[in-house]
């Protein structure tokens, strides 16, 4: 039942993951060669630094919260197309979409990964 294990223990490697996501989210405007609009330019960098921020936080000290964090932010990032106005207009949409989605996805992961770990379990994460 080693396949089993894969999805009821947090590993590190997902919070290098959650990280490289939001390096990327960060420098999304300029992959997707978009910087037609300050605001959205602004947006995805705030974003990604929140994200960066709470992936590196679960690396230090594991908690629930960082993970509900995350999860607010992809779901702002995926909705934001439509919130800002640029749904209809190039590719960023699809990278923010796509983006907001997989650090929903991997947050949503390491919650339910972390939901019945006791404080003690969570401060051994990383060590």
């Not at 910087?35 to 995805?44: G, R």
């Not at 960066?52 to 629930?64: G, H, W």
């Amino acid at each position: 039942m080693v396949r089993m294990r894969f999805f009821y223990v947090h590993r590190t490697w997902q919070d290098w993951l959650g990280m490289g996501v939001a390096v990327l989210i960060g420098l999304s405007p300029w992959l997707a060669d978009q910087q037609m609009n300050q605001a959205v330019m602004l947006n995805a960098v705030f974003v990604g630094a929140v994200a960066l921020v709470l992936a590196e936080l679960e690396i230090v000290n594991l908690r629930r919260w960082q993970e509900i964090g995350e999860i607010l932010c992809g779901l702002w990032l995926a909705a934001s197309p439509f919130v800002l106005g640029y749904a209809d207009a190039g590719d960023l949409r699809y990278w923010h979409f796509a983006l907001g989605a997989g650090v929903v996805l991997l947050a949503t992961l390491e919650l339910w990964q972390a939901w019945k770990s006791t404080d003690q379990e969570l401060a051994r994460h990383g060590k």
